[in-house]
């Protein structure tokens, strides 16, 4: 999983200023039962109060057979930021600890934010149950994973009660047959 981070990697122009997403902040979820509790550097009570995000998640694949076809996208998986186990406080909190400077602009990973169900899976691999369980595309194709042509689309939208939703656009990329 961890090499999903070096395949396909495209930066869209999803920047969106904190003040924009302020409207969206949720409560943290609480933990799964069983969990430990985070360490007290990582324990703030604001950021648990307002640190997650009401957006939703969304994966869409396009094989080249449906884009010549002028078929639309099929929609691998929906899934929310309220799935991530960490804040993003949390997050920059712990990436600092050891001393590792960051600077605006600088890029990180979240990891994959999956749902609890096979809807809201948040990789083909999930999906696929490791490549063992084809996904079946409308047309009868299957996917284990991405096929040469392949096309992801991911998007977004913030959303609450009274305000305005944001949408951040979309982040695509094709997988192109290695030379």
């Known amino acids: ?15 969106v ?22 360490l007290p550097y990582l324990d703030d009570a604001d950021d648990q109060a307002s640190g997650a995000f009401a957006i939703d998640l969304f994966v869409d694949l396009s ?5 010549a076809d002028t078929r639309p996208p099929v929609r691998l ?8 186990y960490w804040t993003v406080a949390q997050m920059i909190a712990h ?4 001393g590792c ?15 609890p169900d096979e809807a809201s899976c948040g990789s083909l691999m999930e999906l696929s149950h490791n490549g063992t369980a084809p996904f079946v ?19 977004a939208r913030a959303h609450a009660e009274g305000f305005v939703s944001i949408g951040f656009g979309t982040c695509s990329g094709t997988v192109l047959a290695a030379t």
Request: glycine share 8%; aromatic share 6%; net charge negative.
């Open 101 to 115: 400077a960051l600077n605006p602009g600088d890029l990180f990973g979240t990891g994959t934010l999956s749902g």
């Open 17 to 38: 200023t904190a003040e924009a997403l302020a409207p969206f902040r949720r409560a943290q979820p609480p933990r799964p039962d069983g969990d430990p509790a985070p």
């Open 77 to 84: 998986a929906a899934s929310a930021a309220r799935h991530m």
């Open 137 to 155: 595309l409308p047309d009868g194709d299957t996917r284990t994973f991405l096929a040469d042509g392949d096309e992801i689309t991911l998007s």
């Open 1 to 15: 999983p961890f090499l999903a981070k070096s395949f396909l990697t495209s930066v869209s122009p999803w920047i």
């Open 63 to 67: 094989t080249a057979a449906m884009r």
């Open 95 to 98: 990436h600092a600890s050891n």
